[in-house]
């Protein structure tokens, strides 16, 4: 019966908490992102396990994350440096199917994973057919075509 | 009501029902920092509000009043040394309530009795250090005793 119950709690818990969290953090699944969802699942695993029994324990933990990243939210809305901070900026690293080097070497991407980035989002065969190549803040290369707009 | 059809975009946006819904969110917020600042203050396990102490005597201990199921707590008792062996008694509801894991300095000798435990530690020991893990959620009230002083304590484990 205990067993039922915590683990009805729990999910309680985390399904108010998630709610509050609202759609935008933890949304857009960065590396830092599902680090944070691993940390969260294995607060909450031991108390569901019962490897550490305390649900008091495992719900202050997930409450201070999801509030962390509430605040980091809050600061980004507010600050334009913060937003930078937390979450980068784009690079543009392909221009008018010129690639540009040295940005790419900065930033760890090559022309290989920029014409993969063009073959599986528009189905380019080469460099000249991208305009623009675009590493976003994720981390996720965008492509725009030459022959778009 | 609420429902929100936008042209030729087939969508329920229900917009009441999210201006009623960021309110939720708003006061859910607001309940989660408040969470998290009683458990940075020690309302919700060890912090500075949750340590307290209690006197009988010459008996002393110091212990945090509000722990968790299954995580550790720490008991420091101190008594006076006194010309034989330090005794220290543990009574009843707190031996139902913790598990005791751990006892510095090493007692000399434990018997256990009718609803009580003695520690019996060597001459001039004048600080004890129990570390046990509370076994169920809920308020605990317990006794422990060394010689003729005999004090209470007050703990509230949570779940």
Do not use: C
Not at chain 1, 95 to 119: N, T
Not at chain 2, 104 to 131: N, S
């Amino acid at each position: 019966m205990e067993s039922v119950l915590r683990a009805g709690a729990i999910y309680l818990f985390l399904f108010l908490v998630f709610r509050i969290a609202g759609r935008r953090p933890l949304a857009e699944m960065t590396a830092f992102d599902m680090v944070l969802l691993l940390v969260i699942g294995e607060a909450i695993s031991e108390a569901i396990n019962g490897a550490n029994p305390s649900f008091t324990h495992a719900a202050i933990l997930v409450s201070t994350l999801v509030l962390m990243e509430l605040g980091f939210a809050w600061m980004k809305q507010r600050s334009p440096v913060a937003e930078r901070l937390v979450d980068d900026v784009p690079l543009v690293v392909v221009d008018h199917g010129k690639p540009l080097k040295d940005r790419m070497k900065r930033v760890h991407v090559d022309e290989s994973d920029i014409l993969e980035a063009a073959r599986a989002l528009h189905g380019l065969e080469n460099m000249q057919q991208v305009r623009y190549a675009v590493l976003e803040r994720d981390g996720a290369i965008s492509v725009i075509p030459e022959s778009s707009g | 009501m609420g429902t929100n059809k936008q042209r030729s975009l087939e969508i329920h946006e229900h917009l009441d029902f999210q201006r009623r819904f960021r309110v939720f969110q708003k006061i859910g917020t607001a309940a989660l920092l408040a969470f998290v600042v009683a458990a940075f203050a020690g309302l919700l396990g060890s912090g500075p509000l949750s340590s307290t102490g209690a006197t009988a005597g010459a008996l002393k201990v110091d212990y945090d009043r509000f722990q968790h199921r299954g995580y550790r707590a720490s008991l420091k008792f101190q008594a006076a040394a006194g010309p034989g062996p330090t005794d220290l008694v543990l009574h009843g509801a707190l031996l139902d309530a913790l598990d005791i894991t751990h006892v510095a300095p090493q007692p000399e000798q434990v018997v256990f009795g009718d609803e009580q435990v003695l520690y019996r530690f060597a001459h001039g020991t004048t600080t004890v250090h129990l570390q046990a893990e509370p076994q169920r959620a809920g308020p605990v009230r317990g006794r422990a005793s060394s010689g003729s002083d005999s004090l209470e304590l007050h703990m509230f484990v949570y779940p």
